[in-house]
């Protein structure tokens, strides 16, 4: 009947669960290979490791006379010394494999007899794992820091080191994961833990995940893992207007005589911003020995881009050069404005768009975009002059800066339109 077909179904169901609990064991024993006796009539002793019915066997490098071997004990027998020292080696091997279960079970969440037994024969090296390599990583990237990297960047890749850590303990209870067991499920459970844990939009998940393969293209190059993970594996960045102001904005800004002196100098230094489209960082080592006259005749920023340690050269604007007179003489150091922590000017940034009744969310880095927009696309100057004084490598990067506004469509239009008069339609 049913009933007893799925009574039966259960019952095998029952037998098949209590087999694997049974399986479900770590063993290490020893053999001998009796008809692998060498020229001074010893047998190797091979090693037997077994878990959840898995088995491994390897060669212990020890031998012994086939005679001396008790099966049964799974060791050699007799008193003598020659054997109390051969059981005890014997011992020892029994103790490391049983380390490595428990470091991999530690470390991994499961174990493998073929994971045991490589990690005994040093095959998986805590070099192969990937947190090992990722703080190589990490130490690689730390040395190149003023040099072709900037702290920031390191800072988000030590970062992002942390979301993973965070990530595997999470999604698999782990603490670190072999290189070669990474697979795509990883990569995109990895960014699906980003977009959800941390609410990490499109772009910056881009960017993490970017960081995340550059430790996997280390692996690769180093021979350690011959399938990429993330072959298969797609993500795109959104294109983002990231605002700056308009020459109106700028004026209200620039006309307004703030009560607190701390207002007007921040005030001063966003402005500077604005005109010589310098990232905060650039401009914070901005010293009297980068403005140079030039082969112009004209006062030059000559620098360096702390990010991408690329040359930078912006002739001066008259407001930018009239804020570095207005604090010529202020610092013994060399510095030329009165810089404050990035955040503090951010914080003071939010107060001036307040007073000034401009209803946009400045940051200081806006004012980088303002320069490519407002002040130099918008009057003409072309994208490769933008290009090269914002220290970009890449004109596609300038793209994402310089918005084409609408005052320069019409301006273009107009100059069209006037070219066009000279033709007579019929």
């Not at 019915?53 to 490098?61: A, D, F, H, I, P």
């Not at 006259?293 to 920023?301: E, L």
């Not at 604007?317 to 810089?339: S, V, W």
């Not at 003409?380 to 084409?404: C, D, F």
Request: charged residues 25%.
């Amino acid at each position: 009947t049913r009933f007893h077909i799925e009574a039966g179904q259960r019952q095998r169901l029952i037998t098949q669960l209590l087999e694997r609990m049974k399986k479900n064991t770590f063993k290490v024993l020893f053999y001998i290979r009796g008809n692998q006796i060498n020229k001074e009539g010893k047998a190797p002793i091979m090693i037997r490791i077994t878990i959840d019915g898995e088995v491994e066997q390897l060669n212990s490098k020890l031998t012994i006379e086939p005679q001396l071997w008790d099966v049964a004990a799974s060791k050699a027998k007799g008193r003598s010394a020659k054997i109390l020292e051969l059981n005890s080696r014997l011992n020892d091997i029994q103790v490391i494999m049983k380390d490595h279960y428990y470091d991999i079970q530690r470390r991994h969440g499961y174990v493998t007899a073929e994971m045991v037994k490589n990690a005994y024969m040093g095959i998986t090296a805590r070099e192969e794992s990937l947190l090992k390599l990722y703080e190589q990583h990490l130490e690689d990237t730390k040395k190149l820091v003023g040099l072709s990297k900037a702290d920031p960047t390191y800072q988000k890749y030590e970062r992002m080191y942390r979301r993973v850590v965070e990530f595997m303990k999470m999604k698999y209870n782990i603490t670190d994961i072999p290189l070669r067991e990474i697979k795509l499920s990883f990569i995109t459970d990895l960014e699906f833990f980003l977009r959800t844990e941390y609410k990490y939009s499109q772009n910056t998940t881009y960017k993490c995940m970017k960081f995340f393969k550059q430790v996997i293209n280390k692996a690769i190059r180093a021979g350690l893992i011959f399938v990429d993970p993330f072959n298969g594996y797609k993500i795109s960045t959104e294109r983002v207007d990231r605002g700056f102001l308009t020459e109106d904005e700028l004026e209200k800004m620039m006309s307004k005589n703030f009560a607190s002196a701390r207002l007007n100098q921040v005030r001063d230094i966003f402005i500077f911003a604005c005109f010589t489209g310098l990232a905060y960082i650039d401009l914070a080592h901005l010293r009297v020995d980068n403005i140079q006259k030039m082969f112009d005749g004209r006062w030059w920023i000559v620098t360096h881009r702390q990010k991408t340690n690329t040359k930078v050269m912006v002739p001066l604007l008259p407001p930018a050069m009239k804020i570095l007179k207005k604090y010529e003489g202020e610092f013994t150091d060399g510095k030329l404005l009165p810089i404050i922590t990035n955040q503090k000017l951010n914080c003071y940034l939010k107060e001036i768009a307040d007073i000034c009744g401009i209803n946009k969310n400045i940051t200081f880095h806006l004012a980088r975009h303002t320069f490519a927009t407002t002040m130099t696309l918008g009057k003409g100057v072309p994208i490769e002059s933008v290009s090269k004084m914002l220290g970009h490598t890449n004109i596609q990067t300038t793209q994402i800066y310089a918005r084409i506004t609408n005052d320069k469509i019409s301006k273009d239009m107009e100059i069209l339109s006037h070219n066009l008069g000279v033709l007579d339609f019929n």
